[in-house]
């Protein structure tokens, strides 16, 4: 079939054909816009799940739902070298041009810029081409206040413009623990006060521990919607749609197949698709297909991006690495990893604790730890130096 006409998109934030089996989750993020534009309680919400099921694709479809609502937006990846006040000061100052775009000047619109200034002088934040030398005396030097200063300020200028202000935050989980408590609570403030400010997070599964660990009343500021793989007929909608627009079709067996192979993980499910358009020689795309490209999607993946997520390990952590492996896919106990590598848990720990910061693991519930990215325990057993038995559980 002609390769130019390859309709799967696997990639990192990039959209898909047909962004399937996330309907409810949509909806429940419009209803939330719609609800903070229009001056109703709306909750912010941290989309939590493993590496590849989409969650960039949906912050970016939320973005867009609010741009499309009316609401002033601002979408921003963590880097983890940098503190949030100079990651979120750009941003915001590029909300408050908006806002003044709408109306002009007034008190509330100097206020917010006042606030903005001295907030990004107070943490060093370049905000435009200007570098703010002086520091005004409203911003405290504390982030926790003065972001929440600055959120008010932002909030209330929006809210006198009849629209609303959507944060969308990317790999939210790397944002630092002091950083995280300061967000959330000038989000509680925010909360409070009723006003037009909603956030929507991704990130990966241990966020709600940090967030928890942070403030414990995020657990009720925040709705936290699993992002996991899709259920059976989301899947087959994400590989038969496409192709379906091409008039090429799948053999239910096929599509089954693929199903399992992938386990739905979004990702999977469009590198199998590209590989089994890049096997079949014509409509439909049987069984046959999609076991040969199966392979060759497998062959893809540890050549591209487990060798490259491997190659990023130091030793100790690949040992670490491997050990967790022959538990199998789920979450296992950092005592029985210890264990099988023949050391103490307070030597393992520090190892462990690098994998996480890495972003390779996470650490679902106290004393369990589990590979970020789905098959990638597979990947390190099919490795000539991964040991080939496995370990029972104790
Ligand atoms: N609902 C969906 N249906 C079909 N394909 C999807 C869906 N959501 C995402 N994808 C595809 O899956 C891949 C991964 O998506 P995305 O980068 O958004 O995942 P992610 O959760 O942000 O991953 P990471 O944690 O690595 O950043 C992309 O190729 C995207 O097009
Ligand atoms: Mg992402």
Redesign the pocket.
């Known amino acids: 079939m002609k390769a130019t006409l390859n309709p799967y ?8 054909p ?5 309907d409810d989750l949509i909806e429940s993020a419009r209803v939330a816009v719609v609800r903070a534009k229009t001056g109703r309680p709306a909750k912010s919400a941290l989309m939590l ?10 912050l970016n479809h939320f973005e867009a739902i609010a741009e499309t609502e009316g609401c002033q937006t601002a979408l921003l990846e963590i880097d983890p070298d940098k503190p949030l006040a100079q990651q979120l000061a750009p941003q915001l100052q590029h909300i408050l041009h908006r806002l003044d775009r709408i109306k002009k000047a007034g008190a509330d619109m100097q206020k917010a810029f006042g606030s903005l200034r001295a907030f990004a002088a107070m943490f060093k934040a370049t905000v435009g081409d200007v570098d703010f030398g002086f520091v005004a005396p409203a911003a405290t030097g504390d982030l926790a206040i003065d972001l929440t200063d600055l959120f008010v300020a932002i909030a209330e200028a929006a809210k006198k413009r009849d629209t609303a202000i959507v944060l969308l935050i ?2 939210i989980q790397y944002v630092q623990k002091g950083d995280l408590s300061a967000l959330i609570m000038a989000l509680h403030k925010i909360s409070q006060r009723q006003l037009p400010l909603l956030l929507f997070g ?1 990130g ?1 599964p241990q966020l709600a521990k940090l967030a928890g660990d942070a403030k414990s009343y995020a657990e009720r500021l925040f709705d936290y919607p699993p ?1 996991g793989p ?1 259920s059976a007929e ?1 899947a087959r909608q ?1 590989l038969a749609e496409p192709a379906a627009r091409e008039g090429v079709k799948y053999s239910k067996e096929a599509i089954d197949y693929i199903i399992d192979q992938t386990g739905g993980y ?2 999977f ?2 590198v199998w698709g590209a590989h089994c358009w890049e096997t079949a020689a014509k409509s439909p795309i049987t069984l046959t297909d999609a076991k040969q490209a199966s392979i060759a999607a497998v062959e893809a993946l540890d050549e591209g991006i487990f060798k490259v997520r491997l190659a990023r390990l130091t030793e100790r952590q690949k040992a670490y690495a491997r050990a967790m492996a022959e538990f199998g896919p789920e979450p296992v106990n950092s005592s029985d990893v210890a264990n099988a590598m023949n050391l103490s848990l307070s030597q393992a720990a520090p190892i462990r604790d690098e994998l996480i910061k890495k972003g390779m693991a996470y650490s679902p519930e106290r004393g369990l730890i589990g590979f ?1 990215v789905p098959k990638f325990d597979e990947y390190l057993r099919r490795q000539p130096s991964g040991k080939s038995k496995r370990p029972t559980k104790s």
């Open positions: 998109n696997p990639g990192a934030g990039v959209p898909p047909e962004l399937a089996g996330r799940g493993l590496r590849g099921v989409g969650k960039t694709v949906l990317d790999e991704a990966l992002i899709l989301g994400a979004p990702f499910l469009q970020t």
